[in-house]
């Protein structure tokens, strides 16, 4: 499975905005990239998800390196409720592969938000 | 409202007493999976489903069954439980795997005795 790099943890204030990078040098033709967090006693969630071109929604904005081998997660203005554990996965659309449709979670990244 | 409820919530057992966590969607979804999480491990994928009647092993099956009788339920099943498999586990599900999210449901706590 193609694996992805994210930092262990990161910091923000509230109401600034939050990059948070994601490496994955060894993604394929068929993985979508996807993100999702994790509140503390909560199951993940699921915020965006892209391909190649960068994609918006009411929760945050992707943004795909052209050469696809890195993207970034951005949260326009970081609120306390944003707190939590951040997790870049790719996930592999090849319906002849042994890992078709699977979420493969790394460690993430630990978003702590200042007042 | 569309969701993946899990119940229980909260379990302790003891060794060897067999027990089902149940799954259920009300979005139609084909596919189906169940994860548990550990702390330094992270999510592990422990079976998933692809349609009714289509189950398949994820990367710890070991000491786990499940079932997919229909498209809406995808119960968890230990047969024996051990005190290795005391943690936190979550069931989610997605469309059929095209650019789509996985929706999860809010986790069983487990605790084998």
């Known amino acids: 499975d193609a694996k992805t790099t994210q930092p262990n943890s990161m910091e923000s204030n509230e109401e600034e905005p939050v990059h948070l990078p994601c490496n994955h040098s060894t993604i394929s033709g068929t993985d979508y990239i996807h993100w999702y967090r994790q509140l503390p006693s909560q199951g993940p969630e699921y915020v965006i998800h892209g391909l190649t071109s960068n994609v918006n929604n009411r929760m945050a904005s992707l943004a795909i390196a052209e050469d696809r081998k890195s993207s970034t997660l951005i949260l326009h203005r970081a609120t306390l409720r944003d707190a939590a554990v951040y997790y870049c996965?790719?996930?592999?659309?090849?319906?002849?592969?042994?890992?078709?449709?699977?979420?493969?979670f790394g460690q993430g990244t630990i978003l702590t938000v200042h007042p | 409202e569309a969701q993946v409820t899990q119940n229980p919530r909260y379990l302790i057992t003891v060794t060897g007493k067999k027990l089902t966590v149940t799954c259920s969607q009300n979005m139609n979804h084909e596919y189906m999976s169940w994860y548990r999480q550990d702390p330094g491990l992270g999510l592990r994928q422990i079976y998933y489903?692809?349609?009714?009647?289509?189950?398949d092993k994820g990367d710890v099956p070991e000491g786990y069954k499940v079932s997919r009788k229909e498209k809406r339920n995808f119960p968890l099943i230990l047969e024996s439980p051990s005190p290795n498999q005391t943690s936190l586990y979550f069931c989610a599900s997605s469309r059929t795997p095209g650019s789509y999210g996985y929706t999860f449901g809010s986790g069983t706590r487990l605790t084998v005795v």
């Open positions: 996965i790719l996930r592999d659309l090849d319906a002849g592969g042994t890992s078709y449709g699977k979420l493969t």
């Open positions: 489903s692809m349609n009714v009647e289509v189950t």
